[in-house]
């Protein structure tokens, strides 16, 4: 009884910070079962199911499209992460990964994890993945856009330190609090959030 009390006390404490993904591993969820979802994702044939596309890409920082025409996945041209379609199919995989109150620093329990992610992709390194920040609608939008990107970026960034995975093949995103998690409260800190997007290649 006591336990539980004190693992809620804990949560809400950990959940008054707005701008950071605060949430203590007991209540986060397993992160085992979203690392199961990631492998299967990365090695799904080369055809995505159609429920599973992303809406419209926005490149951020120094990945912008190439223009119309330029070499993409597939068809033995090289890997050109950057000039990924508006329609490109992907599967959906996201991590509460926790940041410190208000910054783009990852903590070290999330970094646990990210190491874990970045062994998963480079099994598979002809596969482009889009690495989406998300936060909740708490604060001025404009700031939630910046950090939402400063975030994704910052994954981008661990990753390719830490995991030797190839830069060309993630494509960091800001997406704000414009994708909400359906049914939850906007304010919820579970839509603080990023979501590793795995494109069919």
């Not at 809620?8 to 950071?20: C, D, T």
């Not at 007991?26 to 799904?44: I, Q, V």
């Not at 990964?97 to 992709?121: C, D, H, M, N, W």
């Amino acid at each position: 009884m006591k336990k539980s009390m004190y693992r809620m006390a804990l949560v809400a404490l950990m959940m008054l910070s707005n701008g950071a993904v605060v949430i203590p591993a007991f209540a986060a969820g397993d992160d085992t079962s979203s690392l199961e979802e990631l492998k299967r994702a990365m090695s799904e044939p080369s055809e995505a199911p159609k429920k599973k596309r992303t809406r419209a890409i926005v490149f951020d920082g120094d990945a912008a499209p190439t223009p119309a025409g330029a070499p993409v996945i597939g068809g033995g041209s090289a890997l050109d992460c950057a000039a990924l379609p508006p329609d490109a199919k992907a599967i959906s995989v996201q991590f509460p990964i926790q940041f410190r109150p208000g910054s783009a620093v990852i903590t070290p329990a999330s970094g646990v994890t990210l190491v874990e992610i970045a062994k998963i992709l480079s099994l598979t390194p002809d596969r482009c993945v889009i690495v989406e920040g998300h936060t909740d609608a708490e604060g001025n939008p404009d700031r939630n856009l910046a950090l939402s990107r400063d975030r994704a970026s910052a994954v981008v960034k661990f990753i390719v330190e830490k995991g030797s995975v190839d830069r060309k093949r993630l494509v960091p995103v800001g997406k704000g609090s414009t994708d909400l998690v359906k049914d939850l409260d906007p304010r919820d800190a579970r839509n603080r959030r990023v979501v590793f997007k795995v494109v069919a290649s």
